[in-house]
């Protein structure tokens, strides 16, 4: 079965730093793309940050640059995002997907929660 | 930036009617536009991609068109399990969703 899973979400105070990570599995991770992308309480979704297949690059929404960092361990079938300088509009369900040709995802992990508040 | 507008944000229906969404682009987008649905506490799951694409698995009630700067997602004959919310999504440029169309019970 195809599936991602993500863990690392929680409660963080303003300021503070997460690492989510997300673990494929029934596919060949390393000849894929992935992407993050997030949805705050009640609202749409916005991507976040994408990998190529063997993370030497990247592309991120213009509104997280410098803040989030994404990498990934194929020998882990693994993909990581590293969230600091958290802020309140950070709070979301961050969920980890698998990009097809040219942007777009067609496996979803099931999300992880992330709250940033003091 | 692009800007991706769909209407109506919400949409009451019965089963068995036939249900239109709109997805405009602020820009030309080519093809490159995809449909997902989300329901309630889960993950969005994608249902058309390169505008008119059905992903493999969807039942085909379900259909888009259009190219350019407008789209449309078509369902054909609404089933009760298609109440969700519907977001259009851009992958020309900068993988920028919709605000999202929510399908309600009339």
């Known amino acids: 079965e195809v599936q991602l899973v993500e863990s690392g979400g929680g409660l963080v105070q303003p300021g503070g730093s997460l690492r989510l990570s997300c673990v494929a599995s029934g596919f060949a991770f390393r000849s894929y793309w992935m992407s993050w992308v997030r949805q705050a309480p009640g609202k749409g979704l916005e991507w976040v940050i994408n990998?190529?297949?063997?993370?030497?690059?990247?592309q991120f929404a213009a509104s997280m640059k410098g803040r989030f960092t994404i990498s990934r361990d194929n020998a882990e079938n693994s993909v990581y995002l590293e969230m600091k300088s958290l802020r309140d509009e950070d709070t979301a369900v961050y969920y980890c997907?698998?990009?097809?040709?040219?942007?777009?995802?067609?496996?979803w992990g099931k999300g992880t929660t992330v709250t940033v508040s003091s | 930036d692009i800007q991706m507008t769909q209407s109506p944000s919400t949409l009451s229906a019965s089963v068995g009617d036939r249900v239109t969404i709109t997805c405009r682009a602020s820009q030309s987008i080519n093809s490159r536009l995809a449909w997902y649905q989300q329901k309630p506490g889960k993950a969005p799951k994608l249902l058309i991609y390169?505008?008119?694409s059905l992903e493999s698995g969807v039942p085909s009630r379900f259909s888009g068109s259009g190219s350019g700067t407008e789209f449309t997602l078509t369902i054909s004959s609404l089933q009760p399990d298609d109440f969700a919310t519907y977001y259009c999504?851009?992958?020309?440029?900068?993988?920028?969703f919709g605000g999202g169309t929510k399908v309600e019970i009339k």
């Open positions: 390169m505008a008119s």
């Open positions: 997907a698998r990009d097809l040709v040219g942007g777009y995802w067609d496996v």
């Open positions: 999504q851009e992958y020309n440029c900068c993988k920028i």
């Open positions: 990998i190529n297949e063997d993370g030497s690059e990247n």
